[in-house]
């Protein structure tokens, strides 16, 4: 538990207490009561709310009710000041003896430390990647991946019980234009001349080893078949080879899913002519006519009665149809009874992340999650906007139908798959996010996949030092917890303490929110705080962390830098990077 939960307990006991004395009414509800560090560091270490939420139900003026609160708070022996700020904010210190615990929590927890119990192991299902298997993963695919990925740490390490799941989109038109464009290569590989390739189908030259490869496993044998002959076996060969690429791609980027689901297995299962005339057995499906779409004239218009799911009832914009003009289901129809099945499968919560063109597809789909778990399953979807691949700040083009698109192989193959993972969060997902082959490289603190690392390697460069010149002097986490800390006294040092103890927060906070990049924001602000305290040291000697003349000091000194070293690959733990204990050139 973090020191912010510990004093949000003791202010919802204090609360507590007021209303037992009368001070309070009695009935209030204190779930928007928080306690969070103050916009302004010189306002105190932490802040509360309380009286600004609870004024108006209680009856009080707010700064009169949190004049209330902090006197009952100067009554805490762990409690050095308490002010009250604008409108009621009650703002308060904390006694350095606190937060010296929270640098022993740490040095005794190692990278568990921040591990949470907020999720009370919920199970989670998150879906992430899920590239249609027609080509290897392109770099546009490495942003989903990685914030995909990385949610999926950063809920474990809240508590929730994860499910990584990757959707094969093996069924529909895009398969069997897959597999003629296989086909083609196949015919290739036998030794005829193929001339040009047709408009329509996939150009790219992944496919010619795909060919190469059913040639040698089936010879001769599909030159002379008909297409109804050859068209599912070619399609069942090239997805499964392209999957076992795809498959290779994500653990060249660090990724294990749990689990790899079929939509052509579901449709065989008749999985979604179940999951339909379940929701046409409580009444969410009708036949009806739509009204044009937005832009739409009369002539272009011509309206016909269809299937279709009442999604308006569930806060869509519009009902949605299930049938093609066909009578063959619509991929929102496959959709709904694939995340039934995830639903049923054991996933209260269901996280799909998706490219940012999936904007269309969110109010839909959660309507429909809604209508078939009766309001006890949720859909939360994120979307990730573009990437922009730069060399030298130049536009590095792409067409994956062109075949001259640039894969996520390639990428990691560039600058290693931990820069590719770390760059990846550094904006939020509704952001786009430009990526400078040249700058990811950079050693610099403009690239902040080195300026975390290099602050973890100098950690570890004074761990190293320390083992060198104080021998005596144990480095060990579990004897640095006994240090006396009380001699970190300077305020950058105690700066960097509340940092550190601010990491089980993060950790709860940025999975409420299901936003990873936090993770690496705060991996960032923590680097800084210890780089600064770094270069006090150079600029004045009683500030080095390593003292010949005072092993007192030099142990609760290694005490902080161990502990930064140890928040720090926690947090990279958590998103997937490892850290390193020495940087070269």
Request: aromatic fraction near 8%; glycine fraction near 8%; proline fraction near 5%.
């Amino acid at each position: 538990m973090s020191i912010f939960s510990e004093f949000h307990r003791t202010v919802t006991a204090l609360l507590d207490a007021m209303v037992a004395d009368g001070a309070v009414p009695s009935g209030l509800d204190f779930s928007k009561v928080t306690v969070e560090p103050p916009r302004d560091p010189s306002h105190g270490d932490m802040a509360t709310n309380a009286a600004l939420v609870l004024a108006k139900p209680a009856g009080q003026p707010p700064r009169l009710l949190g004049e209330a609160l902090a006197e009952r708070l100067r009554t805490l022996a762990d409690v050095t000041e308490v002010t009250v700020a604008g409108p009621g904010f009650v703002n308060w210190r904390v006694a350095p003896t606190r937060w010296e615990a929270c640098l022993r929590d740490i040095l005794r927890a190692g990278t568990a430390y921040g591990t949470s119990t907020l999720g009370a192991s919920q199970p989670v299902n998150v879906e992430y990647v899920s590239a249609n298997p027609t080509g290897p993963l392109h770099a546009a695919h490495a942003r989903g991946a990685v914030v995909g990925d990385a949610l999926a740490g950063l809920l474990h390490k809240a508590g929730y019980q994860v499910t990584r799941e990757y959707y094969i989109n093996d069924a529909g038109s895009q398969i069997e234009t897959l597999a003629r464009s296989a086909y083609l290569r196949y015919r290739e590989a036998l030794g005829e001349a193929i001339g040009a390739i047709p408009s329509g189908l996939y150009p790219g030259d992944y496919l010619k080893a795909v060919g190469q490869a059913l040639a040698e496993r089936d010879g001769r044998r599909w030159l002379d078949a008909s297409e109804d002959e050859w068209l599912p076996v070619v399609s069942d060969f090239a997805v499964d080879e392209i999957m076992v690429g795809i498959r290779g791609d994500l653990d060249a980027l660090g990724i294990s899913m749990d689990v790899f689901s079929s939509e052509r297995a579901l449709v065989a299962s008749r999985a979604v002519d179940q999951a339909l005339a379940s929701l046409e057995a409580s009444g969410h499906i009708y036949v009806g006519t739509l009204e044009p779409p937005k832009g739409k004239t009369p002539d272009d218009w011509e309206p016909r009665p269809q299937t279709l799911f009442r999604s308006t009832t569930f806060g869509d914009d519009v009902d949605r149809p299930l049938k093609k003009s066909d009578g063959s289901n619509t991929y929102f129809a496959n959709d709904i009874a694939y995340h039934w099945d995830k639903y049923q499968r054991g996933g209260s919560l269901l996280i799909d992340v998706l490219g940012a063109d999936h904007g269309g597809y969110v109010k839909r789909m959660q309507a429909a999650v809604r209508a078939m778990t009766g309001g006890t399953g949720a859909l939360e979807v994120k979307l990730c906007q573009l990437v922009n691949l730069l060399q030298d700040g130049k536009p590095v083009k792409m067409s994956k139908r062109a075949g001259t698109f640039i894969t996520l192989r390639d990428v990691i193959d560039e600058v290693g798959r931990d820069v590719v993972r770390f760059i990846m969060l550094t904006r939020r997902t509704d952001q786009t996010l430009d990526f400078d082959f040249t700058k990811v490289t950079e050693q610099s603190k403009d690239n902040p996949v080195f300026y975390v690392q290099y602050a973890h390697a100098r950690c570890h460069s004074v761990l190293r030092n320390a083992a060198e010149t104080l021998p005596h002097l144990s480095a060990a986490a579990v004897d640095l917890a006994d240090a006396p800390l009380r001699r970190l006294d300077d305020e950058d040092e105690r700066a960097l303490i509340r940092v550190m103890a601010g990491w089980p927060r993060q950790v709860e906070a940025a999975a409420e929110a299901l936003e990873p990049h936090r993770i690496v924001f705060y991996l960032y602000d923590l680097a800084a705080a210890f780089h600064a305290l770094w270069n006090k040291g150079k600029d004045d000697a009683r500030l080095r962390f390593l003292l010949d003349d005072d092993p007192g000091l030099s142990a609760a000194r290694l005490a902080l830098v161990r502990g930064v070293a140890t928040v720090l690959a926690s947090g990279l733990e958590v998103i997937g990077v490892v850290p390193v204990e020495e940087m070269r050139a």
